[in-house]
């Protein structure tokens, strides 16, 4: 089972309880890991493909960029090395709600202007952590969806789930304790296969981000007792 109805965690708690929670899975930490990648590629000037980095926590705004997880793979020039290092040093934490607010708000304003290509101006002005979180709301505004890279992550994970071999997919997934103590849906690095997903590999992360997907996992278990009471 593979979910993409929004709210993902909420789809992936209601199928968790009737079906094999190994067996479910939310597409929204491999969308989210996939655009935060990009935005450091663009950031760096290097395909998206030679970027590892994580998103866990919430598919929304509530998603914990793993700085401490980028990596730029193979062969890797001085320059890019340095843009790099200076990116992650730059961010560390990622966004916090009082930064992500007023860009939320100008993004709001000149979208309600139709001043499109300002609104992606100013938002690929901004850090990759918040570019990756905020693009998909002008493009949800310009087409009414994101279906192009809803696409991409969902198929990334049907491949990982059709692989008779084991590999790493960002997933919603409804965890019991495996990591971090947390009992919640939550986005994670699962390993996959055609049994579905077997155990968390997430990275270590330092205290704060650690910190940070303990308070969103407490967001998201309030959330879900809200919805399904």
């Not at 793993?66 to 340095?82: A, K, T």
């Amino acid at each position: 089972m593979v979910v993409v109805t929004n709210p993902v965690e909420l789809g992936v708690e209601i199928f968790g309880r009737h079906l094999d929670r190994h067996r479910v899975h939310g597409m929204g930490a491999q969308q989210d890991s996939l655009r935060f990648a990009r935005a450091i590629a663009n950031s760096v000037g290097v395909r998206r493909d030679r970027v590892q980095a994580w998103v866990l926590g919430e598919h929304g705004e509530a998603q914990v960029p793993l700085w401490s997880s980028v990596r730029l793979l193979g062969e890797c020039s001085e320059q890019e090395r340095q843009r790099i290092d200076g990116l992650c040093a730059g961010r560390r934490l990622g966004h916090s709600a009082s930064e992500v607010e007023p860009h939320k708000q100008r993004m709001f304003e000149l979208l309600a202007g139709e001043r499109i290509r300002q609104a992606f101006d100013t938002v690929e002005a901004s850090p990759p952590d918040l570019r990756a979180m905020l693009e998909p709301f002008i493009t949800a505004h310009c087409l009414h969806s994101t279906p192009n890279a809803t696409a991409n992550a969902t198929l990334d994970v049907i491949r990982a789930l059709r692989s008779a071999h084991e590999s790493v997919v960002g997933a919603q997934v409804r965890l019991e304790g495996e990591v971090y103590g947390l009992s919640t849906p939550i986005g994670v690095p699962v390993v996959a296969d055609t049994g579905g997903w077997s155990r968390v590999v997430c990275p270590p992360l330092s205290e704060g981000e650690a910190g940070r997907l303990a308070a969103v996992a407490e967001a998201i278990q309030a959330n879900l007792a809200q919805w399904t009471n």
